[in-house]
């Protein structure tokens, strides 16, 4: 597609469930990128992926969340037994080249209560 | 460590008046400095970066590494600049990965 896909754009789980966000980059795109924004504050870095490969995870929290971009696929971030804290927007972007433009898509806001 | 400082939350002009945003960074090495723009209801979106030298909706920026700054600047604001400008950094060692600074509301009033 031209743009960077995100679904769902809300979602809202119980404190301990399970949440499961998708991302379809552009067509064409090989690298994507997963930040988190609490409270519309700074953008936290979380993983980024060229192709179906890890390129970088130093953001990820090492339990509870992970993330996968397989072939013919969405991208998915899925958090584990969800808390409070992990409430905020989830944005992906993806980018064409390394160190090219990000282009972000509209966001996933997590509310865990 | 790496880091991206907008000092202003929320910045309010008046049409016409001139504007600056405020972004320092820190970074061992040598940055690649870009500013991201999200207007209302729509995607956080490239507005320009350092390498190009370019104008753009007439914001320019210039990379000052004595002081490590980045200030976004328009000489005369207009009511449609009014958005959520975000500094960013690229991480050019390895990863490429950005970091981005907390933002900057922008309001341009009438």
């Known amino acids: 597609g031209e743009e960077v896909a995100q679904t769902p754009k809300h979602l809202v789980r119980g404190e301990g469930q399970k949440a499961k966000l998708y991302c379809a980059p552009i067509?064409?795109?090989?690298?994507v990128f997963w930040y988190q924004q609490v409270l519309k504050n700074e953008f936290k870095f979380l993983i980024s992926?060229?192709?179906?490969?890890?390129?970088?995870e130093t953001g990820m929290p090492k339990e509870r969340f992970s993330a996968k971009c397989l072939p013919n696929s969405p991208c998915s971030l899925e958090i584990q037994a969800t808390k409070l804290e992990d409430s905020a927007v989830y944005f992906c972007?993806?980018?064409?080249?390394?160190?090219?433009?990000?282009?972000f898509g509209e966001g996933s806001r997590l509310t865990v209560l | 460590a790496q880091r991206v400082t907008q000092p202003e939350k929320l910045l309010s002009v008046f049409k016409g008046a001139p504007v600056e945003l405020k972004c320092n960074y820190s970074?061992?090495?040598?940055?690649?400095l870009f500013w991201y723009v999200q207007y209302s209801r729509q995607r956080l979106q490239l507005l320009l970066r350092?390498?190009s030298r370019e104008s753009i909706k007439g914001f320019t920026a210039d990379l000052n590494k004595g002081e490590t700054s980045f200030h976004l600047k328009k000489p005369f604001a207009q009511e449609e600049d009014s958005a959520m400008y975000y500094c960013?950094?690229?991480?050019?060692?390895?990863?490429?990965?950005?970091?981005f600074g907390t933002g900057t509301r922008l309001k341009v009033l009438a």
């Open positions: 970074y061992s090495g040598s940055p690649e």
């Open positions: 972007a993806s980018s064409q080249l390394k160190g090219g433009e990000l282009f």
């Open positions: 992926f060229q192709n179906e490969n890890v390129f970088d």
């Open positions: 067509k064409g795109h090989s690298y």
């Open positions: 350092h390498i």
């Open positions: 960013a950094l690229r991480d050019r060692s390895g990863t490429y990965k950005y970091i």
